[in-house]
T-cell receptor, first 108, second 113 residues
Framework: GQQVMQIPQYQHVQEGEDFTTYCNSSTTLSNIQWYKQRPGGHPVFLIQLVKSGEVKKQKRLTFQFGEAKKNSSLHITATQTTDVGTYFCAGPDNDMRFGAGTRLTVKP | NAGVTQTPKFQVLKTGQSMTLQCAQD?????MYWYRQDPGMGLRLIYY???????DKGEVPNGYNVSRLNKREFSLRLESAAPSQTSVYFCASTPEMRGNEQFFGPGTRLTVL
């Protein structure tokens, strides 16, 4: 069956450093979504990517969808302590599979 | 609007006991979902309901049943709980299944002894 793999599992950075998490699917995705989950909280939607090669930005966050629509990435520039949490990719929406997530910790 | 609500927040069961997890949304969404989250495994889809009156199995349905009681409510039942069902359970909803973000409830932390 379809699998969505995400790396790395953990990332610890110094505040101000950049952070990137990668997501790979075993099949072509019609779309991909990204969620953030704060410690002890629930997943919160960040963005959806639909088009091949799509790049979207939200302030310090940059999301990319691969040309083949089988991979995606989330890059955070100059991390802040408020970025702490686990970032999940998920897709597609008609057969939702979540990646295992990348847990980000930020040292002030 | 309360969004997606779940009850209870915490529950401890003994092996073999049954219980129902409740979920309700007040956003007039058509589609609702049940996930479980285990450490290091992300979220796995148990069951979903694309619209009122329909339910379908997700990735890990064994040991669970669901009821879409009406448009607002989607319940998850464990008939005979097992320790392997110890997990955090999240309910989510979305306006339609395709092309929309999912809104998650706060979760139910279930321990089966």
């Amino acid at each position: 069956g379809q699998q969505v793999m995400q790396i790395p599992q953990y990332q610890h950075v110094q505040e101000g450093e950049d952070f990137t998490t990668y997501c790979n699917s075993s099949t072509t995705l019609s779309n991909i979504q990204w969620y953030k989950q704060r410690p002890g909280g629930h997943p919160v939607f960040l963005i959806q990517l639909v088009k091949s090669g799509e790049v979207k930005k939200q302030k310090r966050l940059t999301f990319q969808f691969g040309e083949a629509k089988k991979n995606s990435s989330l890059h955070i520039t100059a991390t802040q302590t408020t970025d702490v949490g686990t970032y999940f990719c998920a897709g597609p929406d008609n057969d939702m599979r979540f990646g295992a997530g990348t847990r980000l910790t930020v040292k002030p | 609007n309360a969004g997606v609500t779940q009850t209870p927040k915490f529950q401890v069961l003994k092996t073999g006991q049954s219980m129902t997890l409740q979920c309700a949304q007040d956003m007039n969404h058509n589609s609702m979902y049940w996930y479980r989250q285990d450490p290091g495994m992300g979220l796995r889809l148990i069951y979903y309901s694309a619209s009122e009156g329909t339910t379908d199995k997700g990735e890990v349905p064994n040991g669970y049943n669901v009821s879409r009681l009406n448009k607002r409510e989607f319940s998850l039942r464990l008939e005979s709980a097992a320790p392997s069902q110890t997990s955090v359970y999240f309910c989510a909803s979305t306006p339609e299944m395709r092309g929309n973000e999912q809104f998650f409830g706060p979760g139910t932390r279930l321990t089966v002894l």
